[in-house]
């Protein structure tokens, strides 16, 4: 492993750091990054995302995705754990702990609908999770989040607790911007991907292009990852360590809720039988929240300075940090395992 690869929980502390001091001591630096906008998303980030999820989605197989989607146990599983389990478990914990601070109740569901569609590759390439299988469930995650996002907001914050008798809250979002942010952060790196493999093979040969290309465009993508994180939290370092009582009150919900999607996810990944890579791949696209739109979504209908938004930033400052632990956790397990290669 080279030594981004073996430091990498290390430089990813160092850029949040790095995120917060520079959004919170140089003025006019968060307004300058979010000057510029693509689908409600900071132009740097959006750069960063893309930058990030390109070598991993290069490196997919495309000509093996057709055992991933024969398999009816991981399809099934990914889409009650991100479209049942995940929204219902997120609302639950924001009422539970969150009960006198509704804005940041709010955006935490918000949080809880958007299912990863980014990020996510990452964290399963790191863990040697199955590409294949990543590409064809965030591809998933992605249609039915444009079909199920406003639907399901309309249900967990208005519906729902009407029929419980709670304080309910409209939100008013629309199917175009969920569409556009997923055309974005995976259509093009997934087209840009598929094209070079294609274009790769053709030409040199797939020796040449997983031998010689791959390694030279890899490491783009731990860089793009730590730059996205140093914009991320320099866009919100003034608002995170400015009310840290708030912050800390908002991470609660969001460890239990990164914790129980992943280790349930696990757990049952192993228990329907799939293999080590299959049910991390699950687990991590179980357990990742798509933090771009829940931002976009929450500045948009609440707007920048709101407590929804804030609960929105906060969710990469925990996710970013539980996840990587979390890869750790995974490669830990995959030793010990027992079934399945």
């Known amino acids: 492993m080279s030594t981004l ?3 990498l929980p290390v430089w990813i502390l160092v850029a949040m750091a790095a995120g917060l001091l520079a959004g919170r001591l140089v003025p006019g630096l968060g307004p300058a990054l979010d000057a510029v906008t693509v689908s409600g998303v900071s132009l740097p980030i959006a750069l960063g995302l893309l930058v990030m999820m390109y070598p991993v989605l290069a490196k997919v197989r ?22 049942v389990a995940g929204p219902a478990l997120m609302f639950a914990l924001a009422w539970l702990l969150l009960p006198d601070l509704p804005e940041y109740r709010t955006g935490l569901i918000v949080v809880g609908l958007a299912r990863c569609i980014a990020m996510v590759v990452i964290w399963n390439d790191l863990a040697c999770g199955d590409r294949e299988a990543a590409a064809v469930l965030v591809a998933l995650n992605s249609v039915f989040q444009v079909i199920a996002f406003a639907a399901l907001g309309w249900f967990y914050l208005d519906l729902l607790p009407g029929w419980l008798g709670l304080p309910v809250t409209d939100l008013d979002v629309s199917p175009w911007q969920i569409a556009g942010s997923v055309l974005v952060f995976l259509g093009v790196p997934l087209v840009a991907g598929y094209l070079s493999r294609r274009v790769g093979e053709s030409t040199r040969g797939r020796d040449w292009y997983e031998s010689r290309f ?19 939290f320099a866009l919100q370092g003034e ?13 609660v919900p969001l460890l239990a809720y990164f914790a129980i999607m992943w280790a349930g996810s696990f757990a049952l990944g192993k228990a329907i039988g799939l293999g080590y890579a299959r049910t991390t791949t699950l687990a991590f696209t179980a357990a990742g929240n798509n933090f771009e739109l829940a931002i976009a979504v929450a500045v948009a209908t609440f707007g920048v300075t709101s407590g929804q938004a804030l609960a929105g930033v906060v969710g990469p400052l925990i996710e970013v940090p539980v996840l990587v632990a979390l890869v750790s956790v995974s490669l830990a397990a995959r030793r010990r395992w027992k079934g399945p290669a």
């Open 5 to 7: 690869d073996r430091m």
């Open 62 to 83: 495309y000509d093996r995705m057709d055992s991933v989607v024969g398999d009816r146990r991981l399809i099934v599983a990914s889409l009650v754990l991100n479209w």
């Open 214 to 232: 791959l390694p030279r465009v890899g490491p783009l993508a731990l860089y793009g990852l730590l730059f996205t994180i140093v914009v991320l």
């Open 239 to 251: 608002a995170i360590t400015s009310r840290p009582l708030d912050v800390a009150r908002i991470a």
